[in-house]
Nanobody
């Protein structure tokens, strides 16, 4: 069982930046693909970004491409989401997810992940 704990959320003005962190309990962290999703009130959970176990491959949702950067530090069992040029529409609960290497499905969809964190709130004021 892998436990995921997100941190780094908060209130920021439009145009500002935040860095989210997700720390895991698993010693085999480098074998997991990791992802970030977000969910705003009344909306479906939305794909934000994903990164492969080695960190060599990344992918982003269209709404954040060019503004957000996903990265990982396997020695610290942590994945990060650097968010720049934040907009009010980025306001949501941001959730971290982990996918075992053999789990099928695209890493852009919910079904592609095996473990989820509780989320951290990000609020962007205009």
């Amino acid at each position: 069982q892998v436990q995921l704990v997100e941190s780094g959320g908060g209130l920021v003005q439009a145009g500002g930046s935040l860095r989210l962190s997700c720390t895991t309990s698993g010693r085999t962290f480098s074998s997991y693909d990791m992802g970030w999703f977000r969910q705003a009130p009344g909306k479906e959970r939305e794909f934000v970004a994903t990164i492969s176990g080695s960190g060599g491959n990344t992918d982003y949702g269209d709404s954040v491409k060019g503004r957000f950067t996903i990265s990982r530090d396997n020695a610290k069992f942590t994945v990060y989401l650097q968010m720049n040029s934040l907009k009010p529409e980025d306001t949501a609960v941001y959730l971290c997810a982990a996918a075992r290497a053999w789990t099928p499905s695209s890493r852009r969809v919910l079904q592609g992940y095996d473990y989820w964190g509780q989320g951290t709130q990000v609020t962007v004021s205009s």
